[in-house]
């Protein structure tokens, strides 16, 4: 069995010039779960060199499992998000200037093929929420960078056969360090929001007790 967890987050994209995915995953690089330790990626917010990043970072094996980082821009709470669609359509381009409309992420699939989890997102969503992070289980990762970089997740496990379990997760934006209302989400809250998905997750695949809360 691997001994370490893939992370990613995503560079700045249009309209996000600092991206708190980035942060988190820069903060959880290295960091151990019950002998397990993070590896990190930041991914450059383009459909192309993502992918190419993704598979990367897979080349020399396979992790554990492979938590996904996106930013949500005006959400108020964590989606978990339950799957990924083959169909890359934005109303902004990438951060190499490409807008599709209604093209597929994946040539080997069928255009608006879904490939789901098999993380239980309701019961993690449900975690979260127990332990006061706001969190709820989501069917529409959109059609940008996070749902493509979803779907290839997706199908490069599924076309491997291995059992590693993929997950994307959506936050929100992190607040000014000088915003103390009490809906705001600074970027240590988040951190400790990561620390638990990651927590909940390793005891979810490999702990002692199934399902964790």
Not at 1 to 27: C, H, K, Y
Not at 59 to 75: D, E, Y
Not at 83 to 110: H, K, R, T, W
Not at 156 to 163: D, F, H, K, Q
């Amino acid at each position: 069995m691997s001994d370490w967890i893939l992370v990613t987050g995503f560079g700045p994209f249009p309209g996000v010039e600092i991206n708190p995915t980035q942060l988190l995953a820069e903060r959880l690089s290295g960091a151990q779960f019950q002998g397990l330790s993070v590896v990190s990626v930041v991914l450059d917010g383009s459909f192309d060199r993502s992918a190419i990043q993704l598979h990367e970072a897979l080349a020399n094996g396979w992790p554990r499992f492979i938590v996904h980082l996106g930013v949500s821009t005006g959400a108020g709470c964590i989606c978990v998000e339950t799957q990924g669609v083959n169909c890359m359509s934005a109303e902004i381009p990438d951060v190499d200037g490409q807008l599709f409309q209604s093209s597929v992420v994946n040539a080997s699939y069928p255009l608006n093929t879904i490939l789901r989890t098999s993380i239980p997102t309701e019961q993690l969503a449900i975690s979260l929420r127990d332990n006061g992070y706001p969190a709820n289980s989501s069917d529409d990762a959109g059609r940008y960078v996070c749902n493509a970089t979803y779907f290839n997740s997706l199908s490069l496990v599924a076309e491997s056969g291995t059992t590693t379990p993929s997950v994307f997760i959506h936050i929100p934006s992190a607040a000014d360090p000088g915003d103390k209302s009490s809906k705001s989400w600074s970027l240590d809250r988040l951190h400790e929001s990561m620390t638990h998905i990651i927590d909940w997750i390793v005891n979810y695949t490999v702990g002692p007790s199934r399902p964790y809360s």
